[in-house]
């Protein structure tokens, strides 16, 4: 590591702070990434700070193994202590150690954006709502919000709108927990919540991580915000990096807010502007200056860059989408076969995703291999959700979500009239669905030879409990040739069989590559990584096609 030769001078200005809060407002392509990972190592190598007094806080899975392998490259030795992950990975990890103080089970299951939605949607047809006025998706951002803000609806709903949406509320966070289930926005409001609550945990992780960094610093939103400052107040040795110009969250409760706060909350910062751009021409750095320029709530800045003026920017018209995208693709074409580029050197960028459908369809006729960032993502696939399923519930038997969806997959003859008696017995008796099923001669109503194939589901269930093999990747086999599950998707699914048997296979090979770093993975440690995956996480760069995704991802 050599400050004076890798870094620039207001780089090196920021490196070199070692204690109080730092704001760093770095542009576009300014090298922030080369900041964070150089300050950690010289707060390890240079004033021998402890890796796990230090906690980097980033937005991708991705991100923060790229910090954590760069870190380890600066230092000159692997360094496992440190902590740097996630907001909700970090927040998962408080919780499952602390749950008890808050009444959570220490085993909760994490509700995905795709369970979430599930549920939502049953709650709304049993609340008989309008699908149409009360759509899951839409209801669950109007959820999320309310969580990001800390926002009390039983207090502040006016509109008949907003008091239906209450009501659903209510409903999703009971069932939530009675099956013992988080999501997302669950794990950062309860963790700041024990904060609030338990002083002596909060001082704990105080004086656990004595210096804090934070990376796009511009995306966080309230709770965010207050998870960060909570931890921060006693020592206020934090670094917050970003640029109030590259928000793009503010849809999902991020404010730019935050930065003008961090300044507010923490008076004595120093800020650092970082304005050198080491990605791009003067050409598109003057472009996106003028068009930045219209933002009103941004700190004065000019990125300047040493690559010279550059090409010019083009603005190409169509009169229709099939036009456009025919033009994309061609222009690939000519870039990949005349001009020595790759396929993974090349990006098309949309707003939203429905318009990606143009593209795909120029591609696949130029016979150009492309990617989808943040279309259908692997771990959403139905069969490797199938899978994963399974496991959640060998893993926790109170997790209801995971059970309504494998308890007749494959097809056992369980279909929704007896599911139905299944939940009222539970609801009434107050006991977990899978107690129920043990008590199934009970409920008069299910036919015997239903009876019969829930309790044969019961046997496998038990069995698969019993029988976990060493390594995780052994296991995950057995529980597929134990339910039979290949046979059921050549029944089911015929014309895609080769393609959804190929992603059995990735999420295999996915396992024992995992298992390569590290061999004693459990199975509670892999649910636990794959429940909080991205998708940019899941993006290989390294695969030669082009690749398409919205603005926000990219």
């Given at each position: 590591?050599?400050i004076?030769?890798?870094?620039?001078?207001?780089?090196?200005?920021?490196?070199?702070?070692?204690?109080?809060?730092?704001?760093?407002?770095?542009?576009?392509?300014?090298?922030?990434?080369?900041?964070?990972?150089?300050?950690?190592?010289?707060?390890?190598?240079h004033?021998n700070?402890?890796?796990?007094?230090i906690?980097?806080?980033?937005?991708?899975?991705?991100?923060?193994?790229?910090?954590?392998?760069?870190?380890?490259?600066?230092v000159g030795r692997?360094?496992?202590?440190?902590?740097i992950?996630?907001?909700?990975?970090?927040?998962v990890?408080?919780l499952?150690?602390?749950?008890?103080y808050i009444?959570?089970?220490?085993?909760?299951?994490?509700?995905?954006?795709?369970?979430k939605?599930?549920i939502?949607?049953n709650?709304?047809?049993?609340?008989?709502?309008?699908?149409?006025v009360?759509?899951p998706?839409q209801?669950?951002?109007?959820?999320?919000?309310?969580?990001?803000?800390?926002?009390?609806?039983?207090?502040?709903?006016?509109s008949?709108?907003e008091?239906?949406?209450?009501?659903i509320?209510?409903n999703?966070?009971?069932?939530?927990?009675?099956?013992?289930g988080?999501?997302?926005?669950?794990?950062?409001?309860?963790t700041?919540?024990?904060?609030?609550?338990?002083?002596?945990?909060?001082?704990?992780?105080?004086n656990?991580?004595?210096?804090?960094?934070?990376d796009?610093?511009?995306?966080?939103?309230?709770?965010?915000?207050?998870f960060?400052?909570?931890?921060?107040?006693?020592?206020?040795?934090?670094?917050?990096?970003?640029?109030?110009d590259?928000?793009?969250?503010?849809w999902?409760?991020?404010?730019v807010?935050?930065?003008?706060?961090?300044?507010?909350?923490f008076?004595?910062?120093?800020?650092?502007?970082?304005?050198?751009?080491y990605?791009?021409?003067?050409?598109?750095?003057?472009?996106?200056?003028?068009?930045?320029?219209?933002n009103?709530?941004?700190?004065?800045?000019?990125?300047?860059?040493?690559?010279?003026?550059?090409?010019?920017?083009?603005i190409?018209?169509?009169?229709?989408?099939?036009?456009e995208?025919?033009?994309?693709?061609s222009?690939?074409?000519?870039?990949?076969?005349t001009?020595n580029?790759?396929?993974?050197?090349?990006?098309?960028?949309?707003?939203?995703n429905?318009?990606s459908?143009?593209?795909?369809m120029?591609?696949?006729?130029?016979?150009?291999?492309?990617?989808?960032?943040?279309?259908?993502?692997?771990?959403?696939?139905?069969?490797?959700?199938d899978i994963?399923?399974?496991?959640?519930?060998?893993a926790?038997?109170?997790?209801?979500?995971?059970?309504?969806?494998?308890?007749?997959t494959?097809?056992?003859?369980?279909?929704v009239t007896?599911?139905?008696?299944?939940?009222?017995y539970?609801l009434?008796?107050?006991?977990?669905?899978?107690?129920?099923?043990?008590?199934?001669d009970?409920?008069?109503?299910?036919?015997?030879?239903?009876?019969?194939?829930?309790?044969?589901?019961i046997?496998?269930?038990?069995?698969?409990?019993?029988?976990r093999?060493?390594?995780?990747?052994?296991?995950?086999?057995?529980?597929?040739?134990?339910?039979?599950?290949?046979?059921?998707?050549?029944?089911?699914?015929?014309?895609?069989?080769?393609?959804?048997?190929?992603?059995?296979?990735?999420?295999?090979?996915?396992?024992?590559?995992?298992?390569k770093?590290?061999?004693d993975?459990t199975?509670?440690?892999y649910?636990?990584?794959v429940?909080?995956?991205?998708?940019i996480?899941?993006?290989d760069?390294?695969?030669?096609?082009?690749?398409?995704?919205?603005?926000?991802?990219?």
């Amino acid at each position: 590591m050599n400050i004076e030769k890798d870094l620039n001078p207001q780089q090196k200005e920021a490196v070199l702070h070692k204690d109080g809060p730092i704001l760093v407002t770095a542009g576009a392509g300014s090298g922030k990434t080369r900041v964070i990972t150089y300050r950690i190592a010289y707060l390890i190598a240079h004033h021998n700070i402890q890796p796990w007094n230090i906690l980097g806080v980033t937005f991708t899975n991705k991100a923060a193994e790229e910090m954590r392998n760069r870190v380890s490259q600066l230092v000159g030795r692997t360094i496992n202590e440190i902590l740097i992950r996630t907001f909700h990975s970090v927040c998962v990890k408080i919780l499952r150690i602390e749950a008890t103080y808050i009444n959570l089970p220490s085993n909760f299951t994490i509700v995905d954006e795709v369970d979430k939605k599930t549920i939502l949607k049953n709650i709304i047809n049993e609340l008989e709502f309008d699908r149409d006025v009360y759509n899951p998706v839409q209801i669950g951002e109007i959820i999320s919000k309310w969580k990001s803000y800390e926002f009390n609806p039983e207090i502040e709903v006016k509109s008949e709108f907003e008091r239906n949406v209450f009501e659903i509320y209510k409903n999703y966070e009971n069932y939530k927990k009675r099956v013992g289930g988080l999501d997302f926005d669950d794990l950062l409001l309860k963790t700041v919540e024990l904060f609030k609550k338990e002083k002596d945990i909060l001082k704990k992780y105080q004086n656990r991580w004595k210096y804090i960094l934070v990376d796009e610093f511009q995306d966080t939103n309230h709770i965010q915000y207050e998870f960060m400052k909570l931890l921060s107040e006693n020592h206020r040795n934090v670094c917050a990096v970003g640029d109030e110009d590259q928000s793009i969250y503010s849809w999902r409760g991020a404010t730019v807010e935050n930065i003008f706060k961090f300044q507010h909350d923490f008076p004595e910062t120093k800020i650092v502007k970082l304005e050198q751009n080491y990605r791009s021409t003067q050409t598109i750095l003057n472009v996106a200056s003028i068009l930045i320029s219209h933002n009103i709530k941004r700190s004065d800045k000019k990125l300047w860059c040493t690559k010279g003026k550059g090409e010019p920017v083009k603005i190409y018209k169509f009169d229709s989408s099939h036009n456009e995208a025919e033009f994309v693709a061609s222009e690939i074409l000519n870039l990949v076969h005349t001009e020595n580029y790759q396929y993974k050197n090349i990006a098309v960028f949309y707003r939203t995703n429905y318009l990606s459908r143009s593209f795909e369809m120029a591609l696949k006729g130029y016979h150009i291999p492309y990617i989808i960032i943040g279309g259908v993502r692997f771990f959403e696939r139905k069969e490797v959700k199938d899978i994963l399923a399974y496991l959640k519930f060998i893993a926790n038997q109170n997790d209801e979500i995971s059970l309504l969806r494998i308890i007749n997959t494959p097809s056992r003859g369980i279909g929704v009239t007896t599911l139905n008696y299944l939940k009222d017995y539970s609801l009434e008796k107050q006991i977990p669905l899978y107690k129920v099923l043990h008590k199934v001669d009970e409920i008069s109503e299910i036919k015997s030879n239903i009876k019969k194939n829930i309790k044969s589901f019961i046997q496998t269930i038990e069995h698969l409990k019993n029988v976990r093999k060493r390594l995780l990747s052994d296991f995950v086999k057995y529980v597929i040739e134990e339910i039979k599950y290949i046979q059921y998707l050549e029944k089911f699914s015929p014309e895609e069989f080769d393609a959804r048997t190929g992603n059995i296979s990735e999420l295999i090979q996915h396992i024992k590559e995992i298992e390569k770093i590290n061999p004693d993975l459990t199975l509670e440690e892999y649910l636990e990584a794959v429940s909080l995956q991205t998708s940019i996480d899941e993006w290989d760069s390294e695969q030669n096609n082009v690749s398409l995704m919205t603005l926000h991802n990219a």
